[in-house]
């Protein structure tokens, strides 16, 4: 089956300017998890979505907003970027979502990696 | 606050080699530890582990719990090039079901 899709795959922005990712989650996936990647921080939460609802948030600004759709996918969206943003942006699907019974084992794709100059 | 840390952040061995790569945890209400591999790409899930003692083995890779001391290991024996990855801990913990991350441990296997 198709895994989780995550486009574009490589952007360039300036400073000030916004920047919106998408996510195809597993077919069947629920829950949509968005991380950010650098070098120093490793992987941060951003946000969790099931079934259209924000269901978890990490401890990022405003600047930083997602949603998801009716088909479980997933934008997530970043306003006025900042230099500091620079970063690989990973999705990740899951059936159960957090909250639920198991373990919430993470199917995560490939990745949107933004540069912002 | 919960935290999960893992060591050494970087290594780098001899294809051929064993090596082992620990995760400490300490989080609220924990749940399961898991285990991803990711190279220049997506992470990809290894092992989940729930119960102390408990070896999970895939080929020559294998991981282990030990909840009294908050611990997890990653054993690789016999390492291969296409082992170089960065290798990612994280804990499930809280009410939530909340997962922390530890920064990586990247190893590189040297012909």
């Known amino acids: 089956k198709a895994g989780v899709t995550q486009t574009p795959r490589y952007l360039i922005k300036t400073r000030g300017q916004q920047v919106t990712l998408s996510c195809s989650p597993i077919s069947g996936h629920r829950s949509v998890s968005w991380y950010q990647q650098t070098p120093g921080q490793g992987l941060q939460f951003l946000f969790e979505y099931f079934s259209e609802t924000q269901r978890n948030k990490g401890n990022f600004p405003g600047r930083f907003s997602g949603r998801q759709f009716s088909n479980s996918r997933s934008e997530m969206n970043v306003s006025t970027l900042e230099l500091g943003d620079s970063a690989l942006y990973l999705c990740?699907?899951?059936?159960?979502?957090?909250?639920?019974?198991?373990?919430?084992?993470?199917?995560f794709g490939a990745g949107s990696r933004l540069t912002v100059l | 606050e919960d935290k999960v840390v893992q060591s050494p952040l970087s290594l780098v061995v001899h294809e051929g080699d064993t090596v082992t790569l620990n995760c400490s945890y300490e989080v609220t209400n924990f749940r399961s530890l898991l285990w991803y591999k990711q190279e220049k790409k997506a992470p990809t899930f290894l092992f989940m582990l729930?119960?102390s003692g408990i070896e999970k083995k895939s080929g020559r890779l294998s991981s282990i719990l030990d909840k009294k001391e908050l611990f997890s290991i990653l054993n690789i024996t016999a390492t291969q090039t296409g082992d170089s990855a960065i290798y990612l801990c994280?804990?499930?913990?809280?009410?939530?079901?909340?997962?922390?991350w530890g920064l990586g441990t990247s190893l590189a296997v040297n012909p």
């Open positions: 729930t119960s």
């Open positions: 994280a804990a499930n913990a809280g009410n939530n079901r909340k997962l922390i």
């Open positions: 990740a699907s899951s059936f159960t979502g957090w909250g639920t019974s198991g373990a919430n084992v993470l199917t």
